[in-house]
C-alpha cells in the first residue's frame, strides 16, 4: 500500500500523512470536501455480491442429476399406480429440495454479518468542529476521534494515542489486545498486527484514546479486503455429493440396460408384450433405489444429533461425512487450542523460580517451589509481588451465577468445569490474570485498595512500558509498578532478596535479566514487578520523580495456556492419520513453544511465519506444505493460501477458526469450522461445523462420527444395491433360459419397498467398527465403491439371484410351470428372495463379514427385521392379501428351502471372508517375523 515515495501508511509522519490525503491533522476536512469524497468515493459500507433470489435458489435444488432420476421414478410409480411410492419420492424430492435451500440462504448472510461489525457511528472533527457522524459518511481524510468502547470505524493511522489499546484477535489473532502508538514505522513490510500505530475497521478500543486519520473505508479496507475473498471464495462441492452423483449416473444407466435387455429377452421368448412392459418397468423401479437420498439424510440427520451431544453443531448436512476423510487440521491457536485466558504459570523472586498451577481465571491455585506448596502469607517476596499485581490494576475479576452454583454439580468434574468458566475478567486480560494470580495468594484487588487506597496513577505509556500507582497506608505512601523487566531494572536501586532488601548490584541484575530470558523462551510474556516507600518530603507529581530507587520484587510470566484435554486430541489425529496444523498471528516464538507442548511440532516439522509466505510463490509453498506445521505471524490472505495449498497437495483440509480473519480460509475449506463461543457471526456464517464448546478436542469426535457415517452410508449402499443386483439378475437369468417370470411386478415392487426401507435405515444408525480410528483417512478422490465394495454387491448380488432362481425352478419341477404351479414357484422364491436380503443386511454390517459383528448389537436392525418378516407372513398367509400380490401359503418343505437358498450367498462370503483374513494374516506374521531389521509393522485390516 505504497502512498508518498513508495512508503506505507504506517511509514509517514503526522505532514507527510496529512499532505497525502489533502487534509488538515488539526481541523480535519471541511463539510464540503468531505461530501464532495463520500460521492466520489460512495460510502464506507462492506458491498454485497449480488445474490440470487430465494425463488431462484430453491429452483436450482431441483436441478440435481439424482433429483431428475427421482422424478422419473415418480412419473412410472404413477402410470403403475402405485401411488404411495409416488408421493413418497415427491415427498422425498421436496425434503431434498428444502435442506439444501436452507443450507444456501445461510451462507448468503456471511457478508451481512460481517457488516454488522462495522462502527453504526462516529466522533470525527470536520471544519475545525467535533460532530458525529453515520459510519458510513466517513471519507479518506476523516479525522476520528476514539475512546473506551468504541468500535473502529474505518481503518485509520493514529496521530495521537494516550495508553490505547485496541482488541484486535477477531482480525489478527492476537492473544491480547494491542497497544497503540501514534509515531512512524520505519518497516515497509509488517503484519497487520504489528502495525501498531494503524487501526482497523471493526475492532474494539478496549482502553485509553485515540486520534486518526481515515486511510482507507468500505471494501478498501482490511475487513473490506476479507469481505472480497468471503465473495470470491466457492465452496467446496463434498466428497458425500460428488460421489452421489456419480453413483446416481451410473444407476441409472445399468439399471435401464439391463431393464431393456430382461424386457426383449421375455418377448423374444413369447411373454406377453404388456406383461413384461409392467415387468421391465418394476425392475426399473426397483433398481434405482429411491429411497437413497432420503436414507442418507437419515443417516447424516441422525449422526447430527448425536454430534451435538458430543458439542459439535452442524450447519450442512452433506459436509458431516467430509470429516470422516480430513487428512489436515489447520487450527486456529488462540481460544481453539488455548483456553483464551491469559494465565501467571510463573514466577521469578529473590531468585527463586515458583510453579503456578490453576487454569482460567478461577482464583484458585497453588504455589510451588521444586514441587512444594510455598505460602504468599509467610513469604514476604510473593506477598508483595501479589500485593503489586492487584494494586497497579485496573482490570475486574468476577463470578456468575454459574460459578456460584457450581457446588450444585453432582461429580467434582462438573464442579470444577462450572466454576471455572463462572470467573470473568472485565478489562485487559493482562491485567486480569494478575487478579486471579492475586487472588491464589489469598488477596483481592477490592479489599487491598481499603486498606491501600489509591492517590494517583501514572497510566502504562508505550515508550516508559510501565505502570505505576501511589497509594496511601497507614499514614505513609507507596509506589507500585509493573512493566518491561528490561526497563523497570534500570530504575531499581534495591531489590528484595530471600526476604531482605538489598543493593541491586549488577551481579543480582544480570540474575534477573537472565530469568527474564529464561521465561520468553518458554513464550511466556513477562513482567517485572517493583515498589518503594515514599518519604513524607518527597513529591510525586510525575513519572521520573515516583519511578526512581524503587526496590524490585520479581518477575511474573505469563500465558494463554493449551487446554487440556487438546493433548490427547492430538494423539488421537495421529493415530487416525490426520495432521494437525497450527495457525496463528501470534509470534513465532510463542506459537513454536505451544505447538512443542501440545506435541503438534514433531522433530524435523517447520515453522513459517507470515513474512516467509509472502517472499513465496504458490509453487514454492505447495513444496513445504507437507512439512509445515506451524505458521506464525499470518494475515487473512496467508490462511487462505494454506488451505488452498493444502487442497492441492491433495488434503482434505478441516479448518478451524474464531476470528473475522479466519472466516475465508474456513469458508474455503472442505469443512470450515467455527467456534461456537467466541466466534463471531461471520466465521460461523462461512462454516459448515460449529464447536459448542470452542473445544478442539469436539473436533476429533465430529471426525469419529463423520468416519461412522459415511461407512455406514457405504453400508446401506452396499446393501441396497446387491439386494437390487439380486432382483434383476434373477429375471434376467429366467428370461434368458425362456423360463415363467419368477416374480411378478407387484412382488417386485413389494420387495422393494420392504426390505429397502426399514433394514437400510437401520444400518444408518449402526455402530462404527472398533478399529475406525485407527485408519487412516480415505482419499477424497475415492470412488463410492471402493476398497472392494464393487465386488461385494456383484458377488452377492449374483449369489442372491442364483439362489432365487434354484428355489424357484425346484418348485416348479421345470421350465414350462402354469397355473397353480407357477403361483407357488413364485412364492417361494418370492420368500427367498425377501429372506436372503433381510439375512445379507447382517452381512453388511462389517467390513470383513457377518461373523466379525455381535448379531443383537444393532437394536433398531434386528427389530426392522422382524417387522418386515412379519410384512411378509403377512402377504403370504392373510387371504385377502394372497390374491393381490400373487402368493400362497408355504408349506415347512417349502420353508425348508427357503432357509437354505436365502442363507447361501451370506454363509459362502462369511467363509470364504474368514479363510481370506486368517490367510492374510499368516502373511502379514511371516513378514514380521522373516522381514529386514526395520520391520514392516502391520497395517489395520482395510475397510
Known amino acids: 500500500m505504497t502512498v508518498v515515495e513508495g512508503k506505507a501508511w504506517h511509514q509517514l509522519t503526522e505532514n507527510e500523512l496529512a499532505s497525502a490525503l489533502g487534509t488538515d491533522a488539526k481541523g480535519g476536512l471541511s463539510p464540503e470536501e468531505a461530501a464532495r469524497r463520500l460521492r466520489d468515493r460512495g460510502p464506507n459500507e462492506l458491498s454485497e455480491r449480488q445474490g440470487e433470489s430465494p425463488i431462484k435458489l430453491f429452483i436450482n435444488q431441483f436441478k440435481d442429476f439424482m433429483v431428475l432420476v427421482l422424478a422419473g421414478a415418480t412419473v412410472i410409480s404413477g402410470l403403475l399406480g402405485e401411488m404411495l411410492d409416488a408421493l413418497t419420492i415427491i415427498a422425498i424430492i421436496v425434503l431434498n429440495g428444502v435442506l439444501g435451500f436452507f443450507q444456501e440462504y445461510r451462507a448468503e448472510k456471511s457478508l451481512k454479518a460481517l457488516k454488522e461489525l462495522s462502527a453504526p457511528s462516529a466522533k470525527t472533527i470536520r471544519g475545525g468542529s467535533m460532530v458525529v457522524v453515520p459510519a458510513k459518511e466517513l471519507v479518506p481524510g476523516d479525522l476520528v476521534l476514539l475512546e473506551s468502547g468504541d468500535r473502529v470505524p474505518a481503518d485509520l493511522r493514529l496521530i495521537e494515542s494516550n495508553q490505547c489499546t485496541i482488541e484486535e484477535a477477531a482480525l489478527t489473532g492476537e492473544s491480547v489486545p494491542v497497544v497503540k502508538t501514534a509515531a512512524p514505522i520505519d518497516s515497509p513490510e509488517l503484519p497487520l498486527g504489528d502495525r501498531k500505530n494503524c487501526g482497523y475497521l471493526g475492532t474494539m478500543v478496549t482502553r485509553g484514546t485515540a486520534k486518526g ?57 413369447g411373454q406377453p408384450v404388456y406383461g413384461m412392459f409392467l415387468a421391465g418397468v418394476s425392475l426399473a423401479v426397483a433398481a434405482i433405489p429411491e429411497g437413497l437420498p432420503a436414507i442418507v439424510t437419515i443417516a447424516l440427520a441422525l449422526g447430527v444429533q448425536r454430534m451435538i451431544k458430543r458439542r459439535a453443531i452442524v450447519r450442512k448436512l452433506p459436509s458431516v461425512e467430509t470429516l470422516g476423510c480430513a487428512s489436515v487440521i489447520c487450527s486456529d491457536k488462540t481460544g481453539t487450542l488455548t483456553q483464551n485466558k491469559m494465565t501467571v504459570t510463573r514466577l521469578w523472586v529473590g531468585g527463586r523460580r515458583l510453579d503456578v498451577t490453576g487454569e482460567g481465571y478461577e482464583p484458585i491455585g497453588q504455589f510451588l517451589a521444586n514441587g512444594r506448596a510455598v505460602e504468599a502469607k509467610s513469604d514476604a517476596g510473593l506477598r508483595r509481588l501479589t500485593q503489586i499485581a492487584a494494586l497497579c490494576n485496573n482490570a475486574e475479576l468476577a463470578q456468575d451465577e454459574r460459578g456460584e452454583d457450581a457446588r450444585k454439580k453432582k461429580t467434582a468434574k462438573e464442579s470444577e468445569a462450572a466454576a471455572s468458566s463462572g470467573w470473568n475478567v472485565k478489562g485487559d486480560p493482562t491485567e486480569g490474570a494478575l487478579l486471579v494470580l492475586a487472588g491464589k495468594s489469598g488477596a483481592s484487588r477490592p479489599s487491598l485498595e481499603a486498606l491501600y487506597p489509591r492517590v494517583k496513577e501514572f497510566p502504562f505509556d508505550a515508550e516508559r512500558k510501565r505502570m505505576s500507582v501511589l497509594v496511601s497506608h497507614q499514614g505513609g505512601k507507596l509506589i507500585c509498578t509493573k512493566g518491561a523487566p528490561d526497563l523497570l531494572v534500570d530504575r531499581c536501586a534495591y531489590v528484595l532478596w530471600e526476604g531482605n532488601v538489598v543493593p541491586f548490584t549488577g551481579t543480582l541484575k544480570t540474575k534477573v535479566l537472565q530469568a527474564n530470558e529464561a521465561m520468553a523462551q518458554d513464550a511466556l510474556r513477562v513482567l517485572g514487578f517493583a515498589y518503594r516507600d515514599v518519604r513524607s518530603h518527597e513529591s510525586c507529581e510525575s513519572e521520573d520523580q515516583a519511578e526512581n530507587g524503587l526496590i524490585f520484587v520479581g518477575l511474573a510470566g505469563m500465558i494463554d495456556p493449551p487446554r487440556r484435554e487438546v493433548f490427547d486430541a492430538i494423539v488421537k489425529c495421529r493415530q487416525a492419520g490426520i495432521k494437525t496444523v497450527m495457525i496463528t498471528g501470534d509470534h513465532r516464538t510463542t506459537a513454536e513453544a505451544i505447538a512443542r507442548e501440545l506435541g503438534i511440532l514433531p522433530k524435523g516439522g517447520r515453522v513459517l511465519s507470515g513474512a ?38 491433495g488434503h482434505v483440509v478441516a479448518m478451524t477458526g474464531d476470528g473475522v480473519n479466519d472466516a475465508p480460509a474456513v469458508k474455503a475449506a472442505d469443512i470450515g469450522i467455527a467456534m461456537g463461543i467466541t466466534g463471531t457471526d461471520v466465521t460461523k456464517e462461512a462454516s459448515s461445523l460449529v464447536l459448542a464448546d470452542d473445544n478442539f478436542a469436539s473436533i476429533v469426535a465430529a471426525v469419529e462420527e463423520g468416519r461412522g457415517i459415511y461407512e455406514n452410508i457405504r453400508k446401506f449402499i452396499r446393501y441396497l444395491l446387491a439386494s437390487n443386483v439380486g432382483e434383476i439378475l434373477v429375471m434376467f437369468f429366467a428370461m434368458l433360459l425362456a423360463m415363467p417370470l419368477p416374480l411378478v411386478p407387484i412382488q417386485i415392487l413389494w420387495v422393494n419397498l420392504v426390505t429397502d426401507g426399514l433394514p437400510a435405515m437401520a444400518l444408518g444408525v449402526d455402530q462404527a467398527e472398533s478399529d475406525l480410528m485407527r485408519q487412516k483417512p480415505r482419499s477424497a478422490k475415492e470412488n463410492i465403491f471402493a476398497r472392494r465394495l464393487g465386488w461385494k454387491i456383484i458377488s452377492r448380488g449374483v449369489l442372491i439371484g442364483l439362489c432365487t432362481l434354484a428355489a424357484f425352478v425346484l418348485t416348479l419341477g421345470g421350465l414350462k410351470g402354469e397355473g397353480a404351479q407357477l403361483v407357488h414357484a413364485q412364492s417361494v422364491a418370492f420368500a427367498t428372495l425377501v429372506l436372503a436380503q433381510l439375512i445379507h443386511v447382517f452381512d453388511c454390517r462389517s467390513s470383513r463379514s457377518i461373523f466379525h459383528r455381535r448379531f443383537f448389537e444393532n437394536k433398531f436392525l434386528v427389530l426392522a427385521v422382524l417387522s418386515s418378516l412379519l410384512l411378509l407372513l403377512a402377504v403370504l398367509y392373510v387371504e385377502p392379501l394372497q390374491p393381490v400380490f400373487k402368493t400362497v401359503p408355504l408349506t415347512l418343505r417349502d420353508w425348508a428351502l427357503v432357509f437354505v437358498a436365502a442363507g447361501i450367498p451370506t454363509f459362502l462370503m462369511g467363509i470364504g471372508s474368514v479363510w481370506g483374513s486368517s490367510r492374510r494374516r499368516r502373511r502379514t506374521t511371516n513378514r514380521i517375523s522373516y522381514g529386514s531389521s526395520g520391520g514392516n509393522r502391520a497395517r489395520p485390516i482395510a475397510r
Open 213 to 269: 486519520i481515515v486511510v482507507m473505508t468500505g471494501m478498501g479496507t482490511e475487513m473490506g479486503k476479507i469481505a472480497g475473498l468471503i465473495q470470491q471464495t466457492e465452496e467446496a462441492e463434498t466428497p458425500l455429493q460428488r460421489r452421489l452423483e456419480q453413483l446416481g449416473k451410473i444407476l441409472i444407466v445399468l439399471a435401464l440396460a439391463l431393464t431393456v435387455v430382461v424386457v426383449l429377452a421375455g418377448v423374444l421368448h
Open 612 to 649: 516467509d509466505l509472502s517472499a513465496m510463490d504458490d509453487g514454492e509453498l505447495d513444496k513445504l506444505a507437507d512439512d509445515v506445521y506451524v505458521y506464525a505471524r499470518v494475515s487473512p490472505e496467508h490462511k487462505l493460501r494454506i488451505v488452498q495449498s493444502l487442497q492441492r497437495k
